[in-house]
């Protein structure tokens, strides 16, 4: 039984270059959810899909960012010109249905300098 | 906007005590609450889910309590163990406001052997 994955782990990365991330649900689960979370801080909800469709997206989620799920499976979150402000843990999670256990992966550790 | 409040920030119990956690949230009106697990660096691990229509959930050593009314929850810890220490997060899903988890800051919590 995988968990949620998460590639890569770590990125550092130089202030005004493109990131992108990917998060792996369990595979039985359609619905995503993209989080962010900073030093001492609990996690920061970024957006929600459900299969394919991009239901929901917080404030947060600027016009820098953008994510997609594209075949309802595995989701990539890219964050153009990135900021220092942007440097924090980007963690995604994954449930079986809507309002169920929300299960996490391991985060996507990004640093820009 | 749901915010959620954990007490204490910290805490630091020698092995073998029992300990309480708490957690409180401002709109009463809440689909569900999750408690986590977070060791340094790493992804959330679930630990307990509350449906709203429930008062509480136990899973080993662990029991959460949920009043709905009060806006609180509470983790009990029994027997803490070293293995225990990490941050215990707190999470609150509304009924009326998106699919988003709102989180507090979290509880440090260290058990000394």
């Known amino acids: 039984d995988t968990g949620v994955s998460q590639d890569p782990r770590h990125k550092i990365t130089k202030r005004g270059q493109n990131v992108t991330f990917r998060c792996d649900p369990i595979?039985?689960?359609?619905?995503l959810y993209w989080y962010r979370q900073t030093l001492g801080q609990g996690p920061e909800f970024l957006t929600y899909f459900q299969n394919e469709a991009q239901l929901e997206k917080s404030r947060l989620l600027s016009d820098r960012f953008s994510a997609e799920r594209p075949k309802g499976s595995f989701s990539t979150l890219e964050i153009q010109r990135t900021e220092q402000g942007d440097s924090a843990m980007y963690l995604c999670?994954?449930?079986?249905?809507?309002?169920?256990?929300?299960?996490f992966g391991p985060g996507t550790r990004l640093t820009v300098l | 906007k749901q915010e959620v409040t954990q007490i204490p920030a910290a805490l630091s119990v020698p092995e073998g005590e029992n300990l309480v956690l708490n957690c409180s949230f401002t709109?009463?009106?809440?689909?569900?609450l999750q408690w986590f697990r977070q060791d340094p660096g790493k992804g959330l691990t679930s630990l307990l889910l509350i449906q709203s229509s429930q008062r509480e959930q136990t899973s080993g050593r662990l029991n959460a309590s949920l009043d709905k009314s009060s806006g609180r929850s509470t983790l009990y810890i029994a027997a803490s163990q070293p293995g225990d220490s990490a941050t215990y997060l707190c999470?609150?899903?509304?009924?009326?406001?998106?699919?988003?988890?709102?989180f507090g800051k979290g509880t440090s919590l260290l058990v000394t052997p």
């Open positions: 999470a609150v899903r509304a009924s009326n406001s998106g699919y988003a988890l709102n």
């Open positions: 999670a994954s449930s079986l249905v809507v309002g169920g256990e929300q299960f």
């Open positions: 709109d009463s009106a809440i689909y569900n």
């Open positions: 595979s039985e689960h359609n619905r």
